[in-house]
C-alpha cells in the first residue's frame, strides 16, 4: 500500500506566501509524475503545477511566475511554493502522483486527502 500526506495549507492574506508538502511512502519503487491540483466550490478540478523524474515542470498559466514546484526523488516528496497569493487561489490543493511503480505492479496513480488554502484579508 502507499501512503500519500500532505500539510502545509492554512489561511494567508493576499500578497502572503504559503508552502504545500507532500510526502508518499510504502513499497515505492519510483514515481514519475508528481504535482498539485486543486478545486475551487463549484468548479473543476484543475492541474497546478507538475515535476516529472527528470526534473521538466509544468504550470497552469495563472500561477506561473508565483509558485514553484520541486520534489526530493529520494523522499518521495513534493513541494509547491506558492508566493504572491491571490483570494482566486483560494481552494483545496489535492498531491497527485502518476504512474507510481511498486513492488508489486503494476503501476498506479494516487491522490493526496487534500489540504484547503484560503485567501482572504
Known amino acids: 500500500q502507499v501512503q500519500v500526506v500532505e500539510s502545509g495549507g492554512g489561511l494567508v492574506q493576499p500578497g502572503g506566501s504559503l508552502r504545500l508538502y507532500c510526502a508518499a511512502s510504502?513499497?515505492?519503487?519510483?514515481?514519475?509524475?508528481m504535482g498539485w491540483y486543486r478545486q475551487a466550490p463549484g468548479k473543476q478540478r484543475e492541474l497546478v503545477a507538475s515535476?516529472?523524474?527528470?526534473?521538466?515542470?509544468t504550470y497552469a498559466e495563472s500561477v506561473k511566475g508565483r509558485f514553484t514546484i520541486s520534489r526530493d526523488t529520494a523522499k518521495n516528496t513534493v513541494y509547491l511554493q506558492m508566493n504572491s497569493l491571490k483570494p482566486e487561489d483560494t481552494a483545496v490543493y489535492y498531491c497527485?502522483?502518476?504512474?507510481?511503480?511498486?513492488?508489486?505492479?503494476?503501476?498506479?496513480?494516487?491522490w493526496g486527502q487534500g489540504t484547503q488554502v484560503t485567501v482572504s484579508s
Open positions: 510504502g513499497n515505492i519503487v519510483r514515481i514519475y509524475s
Open positions: 515535476i516529472i523524474s527528470g526534473g521538466s515542470t
Open positions: 497527485n502522483l502518476k504512474n507510481v511503480v511498486l513492488l508489486i505492479p503494476p503501476p498506479r496513480d494516487y
